[in-house]
């Protein structure tokens, strides 16, 4: 049955938006009697028009005490505060067609009785707060509630002077292989986890990237590099020596992994999504070309490596050689290691035919040049450890020559620079990546 006592109601409501749904009820003259969704009673018009001091709402904390709103657990269609009747002048059952029980949600139940509103079976006092819960703080504007905190939602201001929390954002993006974390200031962060895209074959490179998914490729072979100290710059023998390799110093290097050969198209494609070489033709084991410094970055990073340091690729191109190429102090050793001017017609070649150098690293001269992490600049004059290059400039660092190069372009201390954004088909490049726990 609907509650009665709404004699002693004070304020008029709304009529419902069709209406024709408004039961009889002991209300005064003109007002009926309604149902809350918590079962409880409220006087409202036989008209359609708004109470002067009426508010619009959507839950019953939108209203000022004792108000209630209608909406709240109903449909659209009722939007003002209304206040609720007296129980306890109730005057029995009301004999009319809405004669029926309602639950905690204005459903009729099957044994007459009215359903409590939660669910340890008594109706919560509008204003308290569960056990535990701290109780809303109270607000004048939207502003007032704002606790800096976008996981949870946008806070508001509701009509009964109370802060109401908003929804959660939804954060996932749909991606397997992402972790999908909120923080309260940056908001949704989707950060890839390439260990969730492992197949369990060893063959590929199980890459996360970010709106693709789940991407294998060919396999990345890392060769480790040991720790030690070495003269960074051209050596004492070398007629040929430019400004910019000078002055040699001493360098002293942690432990590192180097990758066995330049990055392929294959490898490339299959993280990125494309591939940029001009020499595709060359086929799917031939190096990467037109790469720019970001492309090679941004590859390295998302098969957990990196770019090399300058000093760190002639380290490790050089493998204790302190002679003027990777091979010794005769161009002539180049035919064996390199694709050059001499013998590549001017293209580039499936990675890893020439001869490794002591470390086991293929077509550490020749073939493609490649890029570094460093900045352009000029050599320090005393001994440093694991050196990063200058902290700014205009130009990244390019090392070992390509299949353009005669010998001069090939010596182990050789250097080039292109600005990041630049690009060519003699471009390429190779990851490093610091040694993990164990290795």
């Known amino acids: 049955m609907f509650l009665a006592g709404c004699e002693t109601a004070s304020i008029t409501g709304v009529h419902p938006t069709d209406g024709d749904d408004t039961p009889p009820g002991p209300c005064p003259a003109g007002l009926s009697c309604m149902p809350t969704s918590l079962g409880e009673a409220f006087c409202m018009t036989a008209d359609s028009k708004f109470p002067v001091d009426a508010s619009y709402c959507e839950r019953d ?56 509103s939660d669910a340890s079976g008594g109706d919560q006092v509008e204003g308290e707060t569960a056990e535990g819960d701290e109780p809303p703080a109270s607000c004048q504007e939207n502003s007032d509630c704002d606790d800096g905190n976008v996981c949870n939602g946008v806070e508001t201001c509701g009509g009964n002077g109370l802060c109401r929390t ?16 909120c923080y309260s200031e940056q908001g949704c962060v989707h950060g890839p986890d390439n260990g969730l895209c492992d197949d369990e074959n060893p063959g590929t490179v199980d890459v996360c990237i970010k709106g693709a998914g789940c991407l294998h490729g060919s396999a990345v072979k890392w060769v480790p590099i040991p720790a030690g100290t070495f003269q960074m710059g051209c050596v004492p023998q070398d007629s040929n020596c430019h400004d910019n390799e000078s002055p040699r110093h001493e360098v002293l290097l942690s432990a590192f992994q180097m990758m066995k050969t330049e990055v392929t198209q294959a490898q490339f494609e ?13 086929g799917p084991d031939c190096p990467v070309d037109t790469a720019t410094w970001f492309d090679a970055k941004g590859f390295c990073e998302a098969v957990g490596g990196r770019l ?32 050059s001017y001499s013998d590549s017609d001017s293209m580039t070649h499936p990675v890893g035919l020439k001869v490794a ?66 690009s060519g088909s003699f471009i390429g490049f190779r990851c490093a990546r610091n040694l993990t726990a164990g290795e």
């Open 166 to 181: 908003g929804e959660a954002p939804n954060c996932d993006d749909g991606i397997d292989c992402t972790d999908d974390d």
């Open 357 to 422: 150098n002591a470390w086991g690293l293929h077509d550490m001269a020749g073939n493609v040049v490649e890029w570094t992490a460093d900045w352009f600049g000029d050599y320090p004059a005393e001994n440093v450890a694991d050196p990063t290059g200058p902290a700014d400039g205009e130009h990244r660092v390019l090392r070992g020559g390509s299949f353009g190069n005669s010998a001069d372009g090939l010596r182990a201390s050789g250097r080039g620079k292109v600005q990041p954004f630049g």
């Open 61 to 116: 904390d939108d209203c000022p005490a004792p108000l209630v709103c209608p909406v709240d657990g109903h449909g659209p269609a009722w939007k003002v505060c209304l206040k609720i009747c007296d129980p306890e002048a109730a005057d029995g059952d009301l004999d009319n067609e809405y004669d029926e029980p309602l639950d905690g949600d204005g459903e009729q139940t099957e044994d007459g009785d009215v359903a409590d």
């Open 270 to 282: 299959a993280v990125a999504g494309y591939n940029p070489s001009r020499f595709s033709g060359c």
């Open 308 to 339: 090399p340091t300058e000093a760190e690729w002639e380290y490790a191109a050089r493998a204790w050689s302190e002679d003027i190429y990777i091979c010794g102090n005769d161009s002539v050793c180049l035919n064996a290691v390199a694709w």
